[in-house]
C-alpha cells in the first residue's frame, strides 16, 4: 500500500493503462489510508467509500472491455467541500448548511464523474473559505501533516493536508485570496489558481464573485497540469466563463524550459515581515534559474502595498451580498428564537444566522455591510475598486518587463494553533503575497522550495502569468520542481515525517 498512496497521480494512471493496477485496489488503498491516519488530521469532513468503489469498479470495467477513458480516469480525488455534490454533504465547513446534501453537481464535480474520478470524499474548511489556517471550521480544524501542532493553511487546508499525507493524491481547492497557493506552501504540495473564467464556478458556494476560482492540489507539477485541464473549459452555466480554449498545460509542463525566459522578482511581495528561512529558499529558486538560463530582473508594483487593505473591502462586501441567501427560509439550518411563541420571518432569520454563523463570518458580514451601506460606499468600497484597477495596471506594466513573476507564496511557515486566532489584522496578512492575483483575476502557482532553517517546515514559491497565460505559470513551475527534485535527491513531500504524533 506505501508505494501506491505515496505514487502521483500521473504514475497512478499510467499503471492502470498498463495493466498493473486497478482502479479498485487504489481506491481501496487510499480509503486505507484515510482510515488509518485522518483521525489525527481530520481532513476530511465527509468520506464516501461506497460511492468511490463503485466509480473506480465501473472504470475497471470500461478498461477491461477496452472502451476509451479519460487520462486521469480512476484516479482518487478529495473535493474541497466548498464545492456542492449531488447526494453528498456539502456543509462549507458551517453549520449554517450543516446536513445538507445538494441535489445536483457543481460543474467541475460533472466533468470528474463523466473522466472516471472516484470521489473519496469532502475535505475541511474555514467556515464559507474564510480564513488562512482551517480554525474557523464549524468543525475543528485540520492539521498540517509536518506538525500536527501546526496549521495547514486555509481555507483549503483540508484539501492540502489530504495530499500532503498521502490520503489522495489529487484534491480541488478554492483560491478567493490564495486559499489554494497558501496551504499548498505550508504543506510541501503544489497548488494552483486558473485565470479567473478559466475553470467554471457554477455549483461553488460564493464567497467574493469577482475573486473566487477553483482550482488543483497535487503533489506535483503534472499532477495539477493534468487535472486544470480536466477542469477547464467554457461552462454556459457561468456567465463568467471564459470562451477559450484551455492552454496546453501538459504539453508546457513536459517540454518545460526557461532558457532566455524573462523572470521578475516582485521587490513589494518581500523583504520586511517575510522568515529569514522563507527569503532563503526563494533566493535559492530564484538562483537555480538564473543558473537555468533565465533572465532575472526585479520589477516594481507600488500599489500591491494596498492589496490587503483593498481586498479585505472588497471581499466583505461581496461576502455580505452573498451570504444574504442563507435566511433559513429556502434551505440550510432554522433555529426558532427563544420565548417568542409566533416568530416573524426575520425574527427566525436573525436567530438561526446567529447560531448558523461563527465569529469570523459575522465579522466580515458587518464589515462588508458597513462598506456597503449609504454614506459610505464611495469612501470604502468604490475607493477600494479603484486600488484594484491600480494592481491591474502594476501587473500589465511588470508583464511588459517580464514574462512571469516570482515571489515566496507565504511570508511565514505554518504557525502553530492559536497564534493568530485572537489577532485577525495577523492572519490576514498571510494572505498578502497571494491577494495580487486575484485582485487582477491572473494565474498563479505555488511549488514547494524547501524547508525553512528555523524550524524545518515547508515552504513554497509562487509563479505569476498574465491572464490565460496559465501555461507559462506551469512551465515555470515545473522547471523549479525538476531543479529542486534534482538537488534534493527527491520531492519534499519524501522528506515528510509521519503524520501520527506532534513533532
Known sequence: MDDTIRASAADLAAAMQAGEMSSVEITQAQLDRIAEVDGDLHAFLHVDADGALATAKRVDDARAAGEAVAALAGVPIAIKDVVVTRGLPTTCGSHILEGWIPPYDATIVTRLRQAGLPILGKTNMDELAMGSSTEHSAYGPSRNPWDLGRIPGGSGGGSAAAVASHQAPLAIGTDTGGSIRQPAAVTGTVGAKPTYGGVSRYGLIALASSLDQAGPVARTVLDAAMLHELLGGHDPLDSTSLDAPVPALVDAVRD????????????????????????????????????????????????????????????????????????????????????????????????????????????????????????????????????????????????????????????????????????????????????????????????????????????????????????????????????????????????????????
Open 256 to 503: 518545460a524550459d526557461v532558457a532566455g525566459l524573462r523572470v521578475g522578482v516582485v521587490r513589494e511581495l518581500g523583504g520586511e515581515g517575510y522568515q529569514r528561512g522563507v527569503r532563503a529558499r526563494f533566493d535559492e529558486v530564484v538562483g537555480l534559474l538564473t543558473d537555468a538560463g533565465a533572465e532575472v530582473t526585479e520589477v516594481s508594483c507600488p500599489h500591491f502595498d494596498y492589496a490587503l487593505a483593498a481586498y479585505y473591502l472588497i471581499l466583505p462586501s461581496e461576502a455580505s451580498s452573498n451570504l444574504a441567501k442563507f435566511d433559513a427560509m429556502r434551505y440550510g439550518l432554522r433555529v426558532p428564537p427563544d420565548g417568542v411563541a409566533d416568530p416573524s420571518a426575520e425574527q427566525v432569520m436573525a436567530a438561526t444566522r446567529a447560531a448558523g454563523f461563527g465569529d469570523e463570518v459575522k465579522r466580515r458580514i458587518i464589515l462588508g455591510t458597513y462598506a456597503l451601506s449609504s454614506g459610505y460606499y464611495d469612501a470604502y468600497y468604490g475607493s477600494a475598486q479603484k486600488v484594484r484597477t491600480l494592481i491591474q495596471r502594476d501587473f500589465a506594466a511588470a508583464f511588459d518587463q517580464a514574462d512571469v513573476l516570482l515571489s515566496p507564496t507565504a511570508p511565514t511557515t505554518a504557525f502553530r494553533f492559536g497564534e493568530k486566532l485572537d489577532d485577525p489584522v495577523a492572519m490576514y496578512l498571510n494572505d498578502i503575497a497571494t491577494i495580487p492575483a486575484n485582485l487582477a483575476g491572473v494565474p498563479g502557482i505555488s511549488v514547494p522550495s524547501g524547508l525553512a532553517d528555523e524550524d524545518g517546515l515547508p515552504t513554497g514559491v509562487q509563479v505569476l502569468a498574465p491572464a490565460r497565460a496559465d501555461d507559462r505559470v506551469y512551465r515555470v513551475g515545473a522547471v523549479i520542481e525538476a531543479l529542486l527534485v534534482e538537488r534534493w535527491g527527491g520531492t519534499l513531500l519524501a522528506r515528510a515525517p509521519s503524520v501520527t504524533g506532534t513533532r
